[in-house]
């Protein structure tokens, strides 16, 4: 069938090509100057690695690091864990009492200014008297991303096919195990890249990270957050790459996943 | 009884824990929020012992004897930094909103007229900046932005500007980077309702005589309204608090309630007028927020 107005204007081309190219050349621009040989950012002294041995020499940078790699895989494990059960009893539930309040916490901390959430959890950390640092952060971790888990996890299980999950307890299964059999292998894409974004949420997270941390305990945005604040330095650019690159790797991971599914006959999700 | 009706009850028990775990850490600081904002006793507490910001004297530790005053609440109002922060951060986020509309439009018209195998990549590529950092992406803009950086080098060398233009530490650089930063946050929603739009519309509208610019006024963005308050709100609620981008991009011109919320928390100390300005920005947000959530609610229903 014709679809006279459904046709790409060059209007249409020009503006998705600016706006991709905005969302795109400063990261680029950031990681080529991260190969920059010279000590000035701005000057190009030809390609080097030299930034990249500097980082992995500095001993604060790599324990902030580190502390980030271990926060944002706990939370991230624990956020998909609550965020996916989250997610099947808002979709499969239908209702149950204080839906509504549930489904609000839920999607609350999705658009509540960091500051406001950071600041609302160090307050209760320091009236239970609990002493800040990596657990304090990974709790705040979790609880921020568990909610971004549920949104991605109940996209995929809302437009599920509920029969399937009815054909299995019709042949048997009881609804763990249907749960577990049928729908769990149908929406583990969507799983998967909950934990992903999880993940890359609190590897990025400067602001309820500094609320909720501890002395001796920053992350690696804590850190960067405040060399950056100091002034743009060579060594900060090899680091952001670093991280880009670990991100960059996360999200292969993750498309691949749903890809997998979608050889499967599904669609992938957009998440 | 149906199979879907027995799915159902297990289905509920799995709301327990995610449930506890909100109401623990999402519901419970606000408590706190709300009496540390009221209470001037709790300021003495240790280990935390805020010291009190020697502006307000002796006198104000008197004062602190009596358990819950408004006295935080006094002084946002009385304070011209405190209501000139408010009044920033909303303008600020105003101006960002509309200017992320503006530009976020026709990116997602555009992605949306693509053929269905490109809209997913293009879909792709608007995604994978929102999983890159927030922090990375900022720091990027400086590199670019600094006194001797690429865009100035730009400018010289096309004879645009005959000196090196100041940008760090402007409000142009502050929009720069919101703008950039809230981009995929604007282009989703409003990509996701003009990709469901019934192309059937348009081809009555235009068998019906219309001109393609008044179908797209006439049909397809009041189609797309709800994906342009959805895409506003995300947008514009995260803004108001914004702390990272406008300091590091305006630097301390910014004034953003945000940052003066920070400053009073981190530099002088001042939990409990910390919390009530929290506790104002919270009530500033919440509008908006139910907003958001009947209209998700009209939208989910609108689906089924």
């Keep these: ?34 190969f920059n040989a010279s000590r000035l950012v701005t000057v190009w002294g030809g390609w080097s690695l030299r930034w990249y041995r500097e980082f992995l020499h500095d001993r604060a940078m790599l324990d902030a690091a580190w502390m980030s790699l271990k926060v944002a895989a706990v939370s991230a494990t624990s956020a998909t864990l609550l965020g996916t059960l989250a997610a099947v009893a808002l979709s ?33 950390f320091v009236a239970v008297g609990a002493e800040r ?32 999950e009815e054909a299995a307890m019709d042949l048997g299964c009881n609804p763990v195990q249907a749960f577990l059999r049928v729908t769990l292998p149908l929406i583990f894409p969507a799983i998967a890249a909950g934990w992903m974004l999880a993940f890359t949420l609190s590897l990025d997270d400067v602001v309820i990270a500094s609320f909720t941390t501890g002395p001796g305990s920053a992350t690696l945005p804590i850190r960067i957050y405040s060399e950056v604040r100091l002034g743009v330095k060579p060594e900060i650019n090899a680091i952001c790459t670093l991280v880009l690159a670990l991100i960059a790797v996360v999200i292969i991971v993750a498309s691949f996943a749903s890809k997998l599914t979608s050889a499967r006959g599904e669609s992938a999700a957009p998440l | ?63 602190a004897a009596a358990q819950l005053s408004l006295d935080n609440f006094r002084l946002l109002v009385s304070d011209n930094l405190y209501i000139l922060s408010y009044l920033r951060s909303l303008i600020v986020a105003a101006v960002s909103t509309a200017i992320l509309l503006g530009i976020g439009y026709p990116i997602a018209y555009g992605m949306a007229r693509l053929p269905r195998h490109w809209q997913s990549i293009a879909m792709m590529l608007v995604i994978v900046p929102f999983w890159t950092s927030f922090l990375i992406r900022i720091y990027a803009w400086i590199n670019i ?54 192309p059937a519309l348009l081809e009555a509208a235009s068998d019906l005589g219309a001109s393609p610019r008044s179908t797209f006024w006439l049909v397809t963005f009041p189609l797309s309204l709800p994906g ?29 309630i945000g940052q003066t919320l920070w400053l009073e928390f981190f530099t002088n100390k001042d939990w409990p007028v910390a919390s009530a300005a929290a506790v104002v920005l919270l009530v500033l947000l919440v509008a908006p927020l139910a907003l958001y959530d009947r209209m998700q609610r009209r939208q989910l229903e609108g689906v089924s």
Excluded at chain 1, 102 to 116: N, T
Excluded at chain 2, 1 to 13: E, G, H, T
Excluded at chain 2, 160 to 182: F, Q
């Design chain 1, 133 to 164: 640092g990596f657990w304090t952060v990974t709790i705040a971790h979790t609880t921020l991303t568990m909610c971004f888990v549920a949104v991605v996890v109940q996209s995929r299980l809302a437009p599920l096919d509920r029969s399937l």
């Design chain 1, 92 to 124: 499969r539930g239908e209702r149950f009492k204080g839906r509504t309040l549930f489904s609000g916490m839920l999607y609350a901390p999705l658009v509540m200014p960091e500051v406001i959430t950071g600041l609302s959890l160090l307050l209760l």
């Design chain 2, 145 to 198: 932005l600094q006194h001797d950086g690429l865009l100035n080098k730009i400018l010289l060398a096309l004879h645009l500007v005959s000196a090196p233009v100041v940008w760090l530490s402007t409000d142009s650089a502050m929009y720069l980077g919101i703008v950039y930063s809230y981009l995929p946050f604007m282009i989703l929603p409003l990509y996701a309702t003009l990709a469901r739009m019934d």
């Design chain 1, 1 to 34: 069938m014709a679809r006279p107005l459904n046709r790409i204007s060059p209007f249409n081309v020009v503006s998705l090509a600016l706006g991709l190219a905005f969302l795109y050349l400063p990261i680029v621009i950031l990681v080529i100057y991260s």
């Design chain 2, 228 to 256: 342009v308050g959805a895409g506003a709100l995300l947008c514009f609620i995260p803004i108001v608090g914004e702390f990272v981008i406008p300091d590091l991009l305006a630097g301390s011109n910014a004034m953003m």
């Design chain 2, 1 to 63: 009884m149906s199979a879907r009706r027995i799915f159902a009850r297990p289905a509920r028990l799995a709301a327990i824990a995610p449930y506890l775990w909100m109401a623990l850490f999402f519901l419970v600081p606000f408590g706190f929020v709300l009496k540390i904002g009221l209470s001037q006793t709790a300021v003495a507490q240790p280990p935390y012992l805020p010291v009190f910001d020697l502006t307000q004297g002796a006198a104000a530790l008197k004062a």
